[in-house]
T-cell receptor, first 117, second 113 residues
Framework: AQTVTQSQPEMSVQEAETVTLSCTYD???????LFWYKQPPSRQMILVIR??????QNATENRFSVNFQKAAKSFSLKISDSQLGDAAMYFC??????????????FGTGTRLQVTL | DAMVIQNPRYQVTQFGKPVTLSCSQT?????MYWYQQKSSQAPKLLFH???????NEADTPDNFQSRRPNTSFCFLDIRSPGLGDAAMYLC????????????FGPGTRLLVL
């Protein structure tokens, strides 16, 4: 079974600074998907960024980018120019890749990000 | 706006009293998921529907059941809630292919007295 590990239960960053959240995973598959989801307090979880394992290029979405190291099974999230609205719980998730099946996810335990003035 | 809606947002039930949580979606997605998220833990997939096909996770207790009467609605039934079932229950939807983004509802927080 796949496992996802987030070793940083809490992180703090000052507004406008950059922070990196770590994620490692374990799988024997060569094709899969990786996600970062954000869960703000009392609000629904939303997708931050998505990476397909067969793509070597790291995904980027505005201020959010990933460092995907397939051999090391590492998938870190970098948030640049941090904003107060970035404060949330961030979950790393692994998605299976099987033809004709649903997008089942295995989540890590999350990293709570605080953004300070 | 297209979205995933969960009702109620908070549910209090008594030990052993059946409870039903509701999820609806306007995204017309094929797949609907139910996750259980306990405090400070990762969301854990209970089961999902791929259209009308029900897919149970191997470690989901029999106490948890689900119904999907149509594309838009999916229900989570807890037949005899125990204190250990107190959690946030998240509903999510996605398109039919693996790797697709899941869209989550706001969750229902269940309290068992």
């Amino acid at each position: 079974a796949q496992t996802v590990t987030q070793s940083q239960p809490e992180m703090s960053v000052q507004e406008a600074e950059t922070v990196t959240l770590s994620c490692t995973y374990d799988t024997s598959e060569s094709d899969y998907y990786l996600f970062w989801y954000k869960q703000p307090p009392s609000r629904q979880m939303i997708l931050v960024i998505r990476q397909e394992a067969y793509k070597q290029q790291n995904a980027t979405e505005n201020r959010f980018s990933v460092n995907f190291q397939k051999a090391a099974k590492s998938f870190s999230l970098k948030i640049s120019d941090s904003q107060l609205g970035d404060a949330a719980m961030y979950f790393c998730a692994y998605g299976e890749s099987f033809t004709g099946t649903a997008s089942k996810l295995t989540f890590g335990t999350g990293t709570r990000l605080q953004v300070t003035l | 706006d297209a979205m995933v809606i969960q009702n109620p947002r908070y549910q209090v039930t008594q030990f052993g009293k059946p409870v039903t949580l509701s999820c609806s979606q306007t995204l017309n997605h094929n797949v609907m998921y139910w996750y259980q998220q306990k405090s400070s833990q990762a969301p854990k997939l209970l089961f999902h529907y791929y259209d009308k096909d029900f897919n149970n996770e191997a470690d989901t207790p029999d106490n948890f059941q689900s119904r999907r009467p149509n594309t838009s609605f999916c229900f989570l039934d807890i037949r005899s809630p125990g204190l250990g079932d107190a959690a946030m229950y998240l509903c999510a939807t996605s398109g039919p292919w693996s790797g697709e983004t899941q869209y989550f509802g706001p969750g229902t927080r269940l309290l068992v007295l």
